[in-house]
C-alpha cells in the first residue's frame, strides 16, 4: 500500500482488507477483515456440521441427511463435539463483534412490521449504521441460542447426571431454540446471498462497493467517507 | 438383542409411517410376578445372566441382600429388597425390576432412530443394536427407569423378555429357573386371570389392599406383578401412576414435525420473496432525492 513498497500489491483492497476495516480502497470499502471473515465461517461450519447431524437424529424426515456423515451412529457421536465447536466459535464472534452490535433504541421495532417492510424494500432509513436492527438482534439472538443449545444439549449428552423432568425440558428447550435458529438462518443466508447481491463478498473477499455501502448502510457509508476524509486532512 | 426374522412387528420407533403390518394375528404375552411367593433367592437374576451371556459384574453392598443399587448394562434382572414398618412390625418386600414390557412404551415412543425399539406383535418391546445410536432418548421416555446404555458397545440394553426364547415357544429364562413357581409365563390374558385370582386370595387372607399391577397409564404392561401392599407400589420401588412424559410426547410427535414444516415453510418463504421481489440492486436506489454524499 505505502508508497515506500517496491511493488504496488495486484489487488490492493484484499491486502488492506487483511487487517483494516471501515476504510476505502479505490471504488471498495473494507466492510469485514480477516480475522472476522475466519471468526465467522467457523461459526457456519461448526453449525452446519450440528445441523446436518442433528437433523436426521431430530426426526426421520431428514434422515437422509445421516448419510453425508456415514450413518446415525456417526451423528450422534459427532454431534455433540460439534455443538461444543459451535459454542466455542459462537462465543469467539460474540465477544469479537459485540462492540458493533450494541443496540439501538428503535431495535424492538425490527421484530415487527419494519422487518416486512424492509423485505418489502419499502423503507428508506438513512440512519442505518453498520449493522441494521435486525442483523443486531440477529446477533444477539445467534448469542442467546448457542447458550440455550449447549445447556439443554449438556443434558441430553449426559441424562443420567440430571433429574428426569429436567430432562424432559432441555429436549424442549433444544427443539424450541435449533427452529427458531434454523428458520432465522434460512433467511440469513438468504439475505446474505441472494437477496442483496454484493453482501457475501464482504464474507470472503472483504470488501463491498461504495454503492452497496450507500444502499445498505447509508450512516457507516457517511462515517466511512468523512474518516477517510478527516484522515486525508 | 434381536430376533426379528420371524417376529411380526406391532409398533416400530421413528417410523415416518407408524404402525403394525398386521399380517397375522398373534396373543400378547406377559409374565406374572408374584411378590407374596417370591423368596429372594435370585435363580432368575442368575439365569438371565447365563441366557443372555451377560458379563459378571461386581456386585455391590446396598446394606441389604440386594445385588446392585439399580439395574445395568449387563444386569437386566434385579429383585429389589425393600423392607416397611407396617402394622406394627416389619414388612419384607422382594419386588423382580426389569423391563415391563409396556403396552404404550415409552422408550419407543421417545426414540428417534428408525427400528431400534420395536414393539413385536406378541407384545414383547426389544431394542435392536443395530439400528440403537446409543442416543439414550429412552432413558428419558421409560417411565420404569429401565434401559441402560451399554459402555463397551455404545448400545442401550435392557430385558428382551427371552425373545429369542419365546419366538421358538420356550419360556423366558427367569421363568423358568424360578422354583417357587412366583413367576409364570403366558398370554397376558391368561396371566392377568391368574393375578386376579391371586389377589382375591390375599384380599380374603386378610391383605384388602392387594392389586395387581399392570398400570392403565401405560395401556398395561407385559409383566404383570402382584402386591399384597397394592395402595403403596411405592414400597416396591414402583411409580404410582406411570406414563409416558406428557412433554416427550410433545417434543417428538408434535413440535419436531412442526418444526421440519417450519424450516420448509422458511426455504419456501424465501424463493417465494426471491420471485416476487427479486435481489435489492443497487442500481435501483440511484434516485436523485437521495440526499446522499456522491459515491
Ligand atoms: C452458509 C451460511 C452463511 C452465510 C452464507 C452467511 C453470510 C453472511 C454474510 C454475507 C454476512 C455479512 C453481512 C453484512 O456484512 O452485513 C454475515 C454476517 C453474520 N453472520 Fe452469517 N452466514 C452464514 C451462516 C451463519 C451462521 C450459521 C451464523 C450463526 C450464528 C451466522 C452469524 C452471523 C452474524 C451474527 C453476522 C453479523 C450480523 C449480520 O450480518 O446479521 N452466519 N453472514
Ligand atoms: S419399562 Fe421402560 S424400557 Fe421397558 S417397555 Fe416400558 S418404557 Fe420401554
Redesign the interface.
Known amino acids: 500500500m505505502s508508497a515506500a513498497r517496491p511493488q504496488r500489491p495486484f489487488d490492493t483492497a484484499v491486502v488492506a482488507a487483511r487487517d483494516r476495516e471501515n476504510v476505502i480502497v479505490g471504488n471498495e470499502i473494507v466492510r469485514h477483515r480477516l480475522v472476522s471473515r475466519v471468526i465467522h465461517w467457523s461459526v457456519a461450519v461448526t453449525f452446519f456440521v450440528c445441523v446436518f447431524t442433528g437433523m436426521p437424529i431430530w426426526t426421520p424426515v431428514f434422515g437422509w441427511m445421516a448419510h453425508l456423515f456415514g450413518g446415525l451412529t456417526v451423528c450422534r457421536l459427532l454431534h455433540p463435539w460439534a455443538g461444543v465447536a459451535f459454542f466455542l466459535a459462537s462465543g469467539i464472534m460474540f465477544v469479537h463483534w459485540i462492540g458493533d452490535m450494541r443496540l439501538e433504541p428503535g431495535d424492538r421495532e425490527w421484530l415487527g412490521p419494519k422487518a416486512f417492510a424492509y423485505m418489502r424494500y419499502e423503507t428508506e432509513d438513512t440512519d442505518i449504521g453498520k449493522y441494521n436492527g435486525g442483523q443486531r438482534l440477529f446477533f444477539w439472538a445467534a448469542g442467546l441460542g448457542a447458550i440455550g443449545l449447549l445447556l439443554s444439549g449438556l443434558l441430553m449428552w449426559f441424562p443420567r447426571a440430571f433429574p428426569p423432568l429436567l430432562l424432559e425440558f432441555a429436549y424442549l428447550i433444544h427443539d424450541v431454540t435449533f427452529i427458531l435458529f434454523a428458520v432465522a438462518i434460512v433467511f440469513h443466508i438468504y439475505l446474505g446471498t441472494a437477496a442483496e447481491p454484493g453482501t457475501f463478498g464482504s464474507m470472503v473477499r472483504g470488501t463491498v462497493t461504495r454503492e452497496w455501502a450507500r444502499l445498505h448502510h447509508p450512516r457507516w457509508y457517511r462515517d466511512v467517507i468523512s474518516g477517510e476524509e478527516d484522515r486525508r486532512r | 438383542m434381536s430376533v426379528q426374522q420371524n417376529l411380526e412387528i406391532r409398533r416400530s420407533s421413528?417410523?415416518?409411517w407408524g404402525s403394525q403390518s398386521g399380517m397375522r394375528s398373534v396373543p400378547t404375552v406377559s409374565k406374572y410376578i408374584d411378590t407374596t411367593t417370591c423368596i429372594g433367592c435370585k435363580a432368575c437374576e442368575a439365569a438371565c445372566i447365563e441366557w443372555n451371556d451377560l458379563r459378571h459384574i461386581a456386585t455391590e453392598q446396598t446394606g441389604t441382600y440386594q445385588t446392585l443399587p439399580t439395574l445395568h448394562a449387563e444386569y437386566w434382572n434385579l429383585i429389589r429388597f425393600n423392607e416397611r414398618d407396617f402394622d406394627g412390625g416389619l414388612v419384607w418386600l422382594m419386588r423382580k425390576d426389569q423391563c415391563m414390557h409396556c403396552e404404550e412404551p415409552g422408550c419407543l415412543a421417545a426414540c428417534?432412530?428408525?427400528g431400534a425399539i420395536v414393539q413385536y406383535a406378541n407384545g414383547i418391546v426389544d431394542v435392536n443394536p443395530d439400528q440403537c445410536?446409543?442416543?439414550?432418548?429412552c432413558?428419558?421416555g421409560c417411565p420404569f427407569?429401565v434401559p441402560r446404555f451399554h459402555q463397551t458397545t455404545?448400545k442401550m440394553a435392557k430385558c428382551t423378555l427371552c425373545v429369542d426364547r419365546v419366538s421358538v415357544g420356550l419360556e423366558p429364562a427367569c421363568i423358568k429357573a424360578c422354583p417357587t413357581g412366583c413367576l409364570q409365563f403366558g398370554t397376558k390374558d391368561d396371566m392377568v386371570a391368574l393375578g386376579a385370582r391371586r389377589v382375591e386370595q390375599l384380599k380374603s387372607n386378610g391383605f384388602t389392599n392387594a392389586l395387581l399391577y399392570n398400570p392403565e397409564g401405560v395401556h398395561g404392561t407385559g409383566v404383570v406383578t402382584v402386591l399384597a401392599h397394592g395402595d403403596h407400589p411405592e414400597w416396591y420401588q414402583l411409580p404410582r401412576d406411570p406414563h409416558v412424559?406428557i412433554?416427550?410426547r410433545?417434543?417428538k410427535s408434535f413440535?419436531?414435525?412442526?418444526?421440519?414444516i417450519?424450516?420448509f415453510?422458511?426455504?419456501i418463504?424465501?424463493l417465494t420473496?426471491?420471485t416476487k421481489?427479486g435481489?435489492?440492486?443497487?442500481?435501483?436506489?440511484?434516485a436523485p432525492d437521495?440526499?446522499?454524499?456522491d459515491?
Not at chain 2, 435481489?279 to 440511484?286: L, M, N, T
Open positions: 421413528a417410523s415416518v428417534p432412530a428408525p445410536i446409543g442416543c439414550k432418548y432413558e428419558t427407569d455404545g412424559p412433554l416427550v410433545f417434543w413440535l419436531r414435525p412442526l418444526g421440519a417450519a424450516i415453510g422458511a426455504v418463504g424465501a420473496h426471491y421481489f435481489p435489492k440492486e443497487v442500481r435501483g436506489v440511484d437521495r440526499n446522499l454524499p459515491a
